[in-house]
Structures are given as C-alpha cells and as structure tokens.
C-alpha cells in the first residue's frame, strides 16, 4: 500500500485534508511538532480510516529526526508523496525573530527534501503563500509576474522553499506543486484575524479593538475549497516537473473593517469597534492584494464560496469552536 | 570616518572592487573564509589605502562568529555599508550536496543581516545571480519576469537570499541593492570554465574535452565592467528600498564552443577540441539566456566590453596567470 507523507498534518490545513486523502487506499503518516496543531485533530481522518492514520511527533527542522521518520513511514509501504504544510504561522513573531522562519518555514522544506532524496519520494505538495509576492501595490498577481520582493520572513522563507523544491525538481524529484495560498479560514482555526477577534470579544465583550485603520482588504478562502483545490492540481499529469498555481476567489476580498462588523454582530452585537492608524496591521503586512486564478480556474476548479461568503462561514465556525 | 565591510572581499569580485572602494577616505574590512579567496589579493588595494584595509579570516555562515566581526569593525568607525559577496561559487558541488549552499550561499546572508540589525547597518549591497531565473527558454530576462523557478541550489540560495534581504529592508534596512551578475570573467580567476580549459591543456596539451556539445551560449561580462556598475547604482538616491538590477552585456553571448576554440588558439594551439552531448554542462547548467539590461541603462552604465571583448581579455588575462 502507499504511503502519504504530510507535514505539518495535525494543523489546520493538515486535519481537513486527511479525510479526503483517507478515502484512498493508502496510509497517511502525519509528521508535526505540534506548536500550534494537536493530534485530536486527527481523529476524523482515523475515524475514517482505521489502521491507516499514523502520527509522530517530530521536529521537522531536526534532519536526523526527519530521515528517521520517513524510515518509519516507509515501514508501512512505499512512500509515493509528502504534503508539505508544517511552517511557522505567526507572521509578526518571524518579523521580530528571523530564527522563527528560518527554523519552522525553511529549514523544515530543507529537511523534508533531504530525505526525500534518500528515500526517492517522487512528489511534492508545496504550501506556499501570497506572502511571497510582497507588496506589488494593487496589480493583479498572476503567477509569472515579479520581482518576488516578500516584506516579511515568512514570505522570504516561502519564497526560499519553493526555490528549493524548484532546484530539488531539476535534479531528484519528479513532480512539484507549488501551491500558493491566499487567507485561508475555517476550523479548528488557531491563528488570524477572526479567531483574535472573536478572543478579544470574550476578554473585553464591550469593544473590539482593531490593529490598522481597518481599510486593509484582503481575498478569503475557506479551507473546504482549498484542499479541493489541492487535490484537483495533484491529480494533474506530470509532463512538466513544477507546477505553481495561485488558490483563492476570483473576487477582491473583504476589509478588515467588514470582517469586524460580522464578527461583533455574531459574538457581540453592540460591542464598540476601534479602529487604530495606518493601512498596514503589522510590519509585514500586505494591505491590498489582488489575487488572479486563471490558472487553478483552467484545471477546471472555481471556489464555492468568494470571500465574503467563506468569512461569514468560518466565523459562526469559529465563534462555535470557542464556545458561542 | 566610516568603515564598510566586504564579506567574501578577498575572492575574485571583492579584489577587483576594493581598489575602487580604497579610492573613499573610508576603513575596509575583508571577511572571508579563505575558501576560495586568498589574502594576497588584497595587495593591491593595501598598497592603495596603507592602514585602511582591513582582514579577518571568519566563516560567515557562523552567526556569533560574525558579530564578533562587525564588533572589531564598529571599533574602526562607523560602519554605514556591507557588500555581501560571500558564496559557494562550485554549482555541481552545491546539486550533490544541499548542505554547501545553504551554509556557504545563504546562511552567510542570514548571519550578515542579523549582525546588521544588532549594528544598525543601513545598507547592504548584495552578489545576487542570474541563476536565480532558472530555465525560462531562452525569453528575454527583466528584473520583473516570473515565475523564479531556480534550477540549482546555487540559484536557489540566491534567490533565498534575496527573499530575506528584502523581508529586512521592510524591517531594519535602509537600502538594499540586488546585483543579479551574469557569468563573470577576468583575474583573479578562481574558477569558471575559462579556467578550467587552460587547466585541461595543462594536464593534457594535445586534447580539450568539453562538457555537453558546446552549443549552451552565454553572455559574460568582464569583471571591471560589474564593479563599476555597481558602484553606480550604489550611488542611487535611497527612495526606495530595495533596487534589483540585472549587470551584463547587451548581446546574446558567445558559446561555449567558441570559448574553446579561442583558449586553443591562445593556450595550445592545434590542440584537438573533443565535443560531448548535450545541450547542458552538468545538472543545474542553464543553457542559453538572454539578458535584459535596460533598468542598468537607465542609470547610465553600459559595459566597455561586450561578451566576445570580455571573454578573449579574461582568456589573455588567465592565461598568463597560469603561466602561459
């Protein structure tokens, strides 16, 4: 049987994209360091798929620690495939501390890909980001335009792996996917601008108090229609090694304002919003972004919800999770 | 009086712009591992500036190690400009093994821009590659033009590199400037395929066996050419932060089968010129590009050498450096 190998498997994007991997005949060995996943994330996927989820905890950034875990992985059958979606996810700590970024972004692409190279992993799945655009100033971003200027480490060390994998693909590997996400939002949510909403709401219930002049407008995505979007691009025939395809909605986003609005109507209506100076939340923000798809949307995939669709949804889903 | 410090200055770049640099009443401080540079290069620019070039032999890759540097340089003066021209510069070397660029080509990066934060540096003027384009098929290349898919770890860690630059110009940095250098050529030549042919009718006078079929076609630029356009954009005004600029020459380059003949005819003449197959040298080997130049232009610099000028003065210089 194969093998699946993901990265990062017990975060967010990871645990609502194993049920799908699990209905294939195959194992899934989830590898996290669980900073901001937990394993009882991982029970839907072993609900469905009984025997066939395995999990190690393991620093990715650890190469040692990397190669012996996919010695256990390949135990299991042959490993056809990793899912690299482990990374450091709080852009402003990367920005205070480029040890961050370096060690849970870079270094765990490095080790991954090390590994891969020993035990002859043909395919890579690449979580990469619009972060890696920098601050192009509203043109729309395709995938061919540049310069890659990233404004935070984290962008710097997405744009840092996939150059990697681009250089691993030319030399070992078969096939790569570089995906570039958008905000993606959903549960179990456990970073982003809804879930510190929705806390600041249970600390303070009378105001809400926003970083930045609200005005940043940013595209949305909800996780259920990323990892269909993944699953569609993997599917793809290999006739050329590296594939790098934007993920998003096809409209321009939703503001940081309106986003504060929906939120204090379903936590707490009537709870005052502050809003504080400047178009940029934090160092390494980018404030307006246009997105462009084309060509996610010619392997025949749209999104089912725009942006302020999947925001309306992931906060009541949020506002659930933590208890409203 | 102000103090820069030139990481990687005692190799082949560095030599040839410190006696420009020594021209400033300003400190100059080498740092290098000596891996392939060598401190008698310095000669010419201390015989220029007595007491005012300065040496330390350190690996940059090592963080402590270079703070303990940029601490001996503060001590000089005001240290206002790091030029970062330390890399591995053995491409085949850093495909086998991942490791020799990510200590050599971008861990030196991230040492340098940590020990510029802690030292308040304002500006950082850095060796980036045309390496970082990948294998676009022979398309013009502009500064602008995507997506960057490096098809080596060199290229790779260059791009990486540029991606942190430019995360810390949005955080620390006054001013960055990225250089992306073509094939250089001219003394002291420490590798490069000028080199390794006068090299290979050393050994054997009677035969040059050459890598691929000696169709790939570059375009090189003479080393004099580079420091001189760099010196130029680094007089820029500093409006914006980060500069990226391709230097070359304007043509499309020579071949390598020409390149061969001309060392033949220099070095061995009669010497018979063996072919491979192929259209690439080695794994990582871009095999044709055209170089788009005009943002350099626009500063007002053109090289005095085109590609054929550069490389038949590099092929006279090395020679006699090798005692021809």
Known sequence: MNVSIIAGGAGFVGCNLLPLLAKEDRHLMVLDNLCRGREEYLDAARAAAPGRVHFIHVDLSDRAATLL???????????????HLAANSDIPAGVLDANVDLRDTFMTTFSLLEAMKVHQVPALHFASSSAIYGDLGGVGLHESIGPLLPISNYGAMKLASEALISA????????????????????????????D??????????????????????????????????????????????????????DEGVTVRWIAEQVVARVKPGAEIRFGTGNKGWVGD??????????????GWAPALGSPGAVARAIDEIARQQGH
């Open 69 to 83: 875990a996919f010695n256990a992985a390949q135990k299991l059958g042959t490993v056809d495939e990793v899912w």
């Open 168 to 195: 691993a693909a030319e030399s070992y590997l078969v096939s790569a996917n570089l995906f570039r996400f958008p905000n993606v939002v959903g549960i179990p949510a456990t970073h982003g601008v809804i879930l």
């Open 197 to 250: 909403f929705v806390n600041k709401l249970a600390v303070a219930p009378d105001h809400l108090d926003v970083l930045g002049d609200g005005s940043q407008q940013k595209a949305y995505l909800h996780v259920s229609d990323l990892v269909a979007a993944m699953l569609r691009v993997r599917g793809r025939s290999t006739d050329h090694k590296v594939e790098v395809v934007n993920i998003g909605p096809t």
């Open 286 to 299: 980018v404030p307006k972004f246009k997105y462009l798809t084309d060509r996610m949307q010619a392997y």
